[in-house]
């Protein structure tokens, strides 16, 4: 029977998103592999493929008796690894964040299995960070990525995102037509998007809001609200707990206004369109506005930060926008520049080349 290799995840749709392109790349060339995340990812994975689902928690979070009890749940899942482990001997494990990740890599490493791992953030989360000096492959969304420990050497691979975002059409604004904007995130902030950002856009003087066409993404209950405020000032809204297509919305949009979730800045990149970024303030390690920096940093977006987020702020930054085809194209160049293409078969390539000869010679 051939050896899998393991790719690991963390539970959230940042670390499972990723590690499932790359699984998509490595079917290409026929290998075995394993997917294992935690319970809150298993719903993710399962919906395009099989996984394996081990206990796990952050020990970092809480308090002190929860933080006890996750110690437990880890060693539980070390466990449950090791039988594992003796069971499907992995022929390599590459992790994707998040601690489902960890024990895996460090009984790997103990095992002296290859290991790889890819940070999606800007900043390098608590699990990969203790990993990384583990790691004989550590791969980086973005340039300049902040955590890393000195004697790791990162190999920039980029974010791997769907094919549909990086094929859309270069932004072309329309003079006087409709203006189209995109909110999407409230699921994190629910005053935020449900209540300041309907807010701002209704403040917009009378020439624009007759312009707007607005899709806004809020939570279950605000909907009736939402929907109910802008008729009331005359905005044709489109109001939803969710959409599905994201990139056919990005194709028509003007102006973006989302969190800064690794996958969130890497789509609005991989789109080339306007973006307002509102960091979400409690992520761990602040590492959503430090994703959002490496758009604004390069010209590709502006941020918002929540302590700063008043229907006022917002306000003046979308009749900024709403008036200058030139800084809503501009933005949009910019933040193109900063996607990676082809990010999946860039990992692929990292781990081809990196890893021990037995892993090569499996992985081809």
């Known amino acids: 029977m051939t050896r899998p290799l393991w790719i690991v995840a963390g539970g959230t749709g940042g670390h499972i998103f990723p590690a499932l392109s790359l699984a998509d790349r490595l079917d290409r060339n026929k290998h075995s592999l394993m997917m294992i995340t935690d319970r809150r990812g298993q719903p993710l994975i399962s919906a395009h493929r099989s996984c394996t ?13 929860r933080r006890l009890g996750a110690m437990l749940t880890l060693l539980a899942g070390a466990v449950s690894c090791c039988v594992l482990m003796l069971k499907h001997r992995p022929t390599a494990i590459i992790g ?17 299995i290859p290991v790889a791992l890819h940070e999606q953030n800007a900043v390098m989360g608590k699990a990969n960070r203790m990993l990384a000096s583990l790691s004989e492959c550590t791969m980086t969304s973005w340039p300049h990525t902040k955590g ?9 691979t980029g974010l791997p995102v769907r094919a549909e975002f990086t094929d859309l059409s270069d932004y072309r604004p329309a003079p006087d037509g409709p203006l189209h904007v ?13 209540e300041v950002i309907p807010q701002a856009i209704c403040s917009l003087a009378e020439d624009i809001r007759a312009r707007l066409s607005i899709i806004h993404q809020v939570r279950d209950e605000q909907r009736e609200t939402v929907e109910a405020f802008y008729n009331k000032h005359g905005i044709s809204a489109q109001i939803s707990s969710f959409f599905s297509d994201m990139p056919a919305l990005m194709a028509t949009a003007d102006i973006l206004i989302c969190r800064a979730g690794a996958s969130s800045v890497a789509e609005v990149s991989a789109a080339g369109r306007a973006a307002i970024l509102v960091p979400f303030a409690a992520a761990a390690d602040n590492h ?6 490496v758009l604004a940093s390069a010209g590709g977006a502006i941020i918002i930060p929540e302590p700063e987020m008043t229907a006022e702020r917002l306000s003046g930054e979308l009749d900024s926008l709403a008036r200058s085809d030139e800084k809503r194209t501009a933005l949009a160049l910019s933040a193109r520049t900063l996607h990676t293409r ?5 990992m692929y390539q990292a781990i081809h080349s990196t890893l021990r000869p037995l892993s090569v010679q499996e992985m081809s």
């Open 53 to 65: 689902v081990l206990p796990a928690a952050s020990p970092f979070a809480g308090s002190p008796l």
């Open 96 to 112: 994707f964040g998040g601690y489902p990740a960890f024990v895996p890599l460090a009984l790997g490493r103990l095992f002296r």
């Open 148 to 156: 890393l420990p000195d004697n790791v050497t990162p190999i920039h």
């Open 182 to 194: 995109v909110i999407s995130g409230g699921s994190l902030g629910a005053r935020l998007f449900g």
């Open 288 to 293: 959503q506005h430090a994703n959002a920096e």
């Open 342 to 346: 082809n990010a999946a078969d860039a």
